[in-house]
């Protein structure tokens, strides 16, 4: 079985277009708002940003495009983070396509990595502190 993991410092985020094209086939892993109230925080975080200038402007733009992403169709998509199926059959096809390039746009430090883990084996991903993730297998505790 693949699944799909972060190699490197800052967590498990797709690019944009993965989280769109995922959602125009109907993918139960990312959710669609109408998104009133999150569009309306949208155009505040825009109307300060506009108040800076240069560099900072344009860390500031890239910081916010990527906190939310709009579908075509006004919605507010969702997707559940370090909480989605891994493991799912449309991820890893879609982050195999972008052949080590699917990590989110404005985060290129980050790595996507597709590990193998057999059939057979319960597994979880643990991320330490930094973002870093492994597949472990999981074991049995008794209390």
């Not at 277009?17 to 569009?39: C, N, Q, T």
């Not at 559940?80 to 989110?104: K, M, S, T, V």
């Not at 980050?110 to 883990?117: F, G, H, L, M, S």
């Not at 991903?125 to 297998?137: K, L, M, P, T």
Request: charged content about 30%; glycine content about 6%; overall charge negative.
């Amino acid at each position: 079985m693949k699944v799909a993991i972060n190699v490197d410092i800052g967590g498990f985020a797709l690019r944009r277009e993965i989280l769109l094209k995922m959602y125009e086939v109907g993918s139960p892993l990312i959710h669609a708002f109408d998104g009133d109230e999150d569009r309306k925080w949208y155009e505040m975080q825009l109307e300060e940003i506009n108040k800076y200038t240069g560099e900072q402007a344009e860390q500031q733009m890239e910081w916010l495009k990527n906190q939310y992403v709009f579908a075509p169709d006004g919605k507010v998509l969702y997707w559940g983070g370090n909480d989605i199926d891994r493991a799912d059959p449309l991820l890893i096809q879609l982050i195999e396509e972008y052949d080590g390039n699917a990590h989110q746009d404005w985060q290129s430090h980050r790595k996507i990595k597709i590990v193998e883990v057999p059939n057979d084996v319960k597994w979880y991903i643990h991320e330490d502190d930094c973002g870093y993730e492994v597949v472990h297998e999981e074991h049995r505790m008794w209390y």
